[in-house]
């Protein structure tokens, strides 16, 4: 059974950094276009960042380009999101996606909350 479990999110201040880690299980994770979206408060859905199965081919938000970084270990099967230079309008619940090129299978995440606030 397909599985992705987020940790690392919580309350930091303005200009400050967390690491989102996304860890996978249930299916092969090396296959598998991964992605990071976020929710605010009465807000859509929105993609933040992705990455290739292989890491070859990364896309970041607009608001987020310069600031967050994603990476993948497909050997641990976990992907992460660096992100810095925090801002409030980043808060929001962040969830985790697979995705397989071609097909409708995504998987998702439960999600992390994360707060930007002094």
């Known amino acids: 059974q397909a599985q992705l479990v987020e940790s690392g999110g919580g309350l930091v201040q303005p200009g400050g950094s967390l690491r989102l880690s996304c860890a996978a299980s249930?299916?092969?994770?090396?296959?598998?276009?991964m992605r990071w979206y976020r929710q605010a408060a009465a807000k859509e859905r929105e993609l933040v960042a992705s990455i290739s199965k292989f890491g070859g081919s990364i896309d970041y938000a607009d608001s987020v380009k310069g600031r967050f970084t994603i990476s993948r270990d497909n050997a641990k099967n976990i992907v992460y999101l660096q992100m810095n230079s925090l801002k409030p309008e980043d808060t929001a619940d962040y969830y985790c996606?697979?995705?397989?090129?071609?097909?409708?299978?995504?998987?998702w995440g439960q999600g992390t909350q994360v707060t930007v606030s002094s």
């Open positions: 249930g299916f092969t994770f090396s296959r598998s276009t």
């Open positions: 996606n697979a995705w397989f090129v071609g097909t409708s299978i995504n998987y």
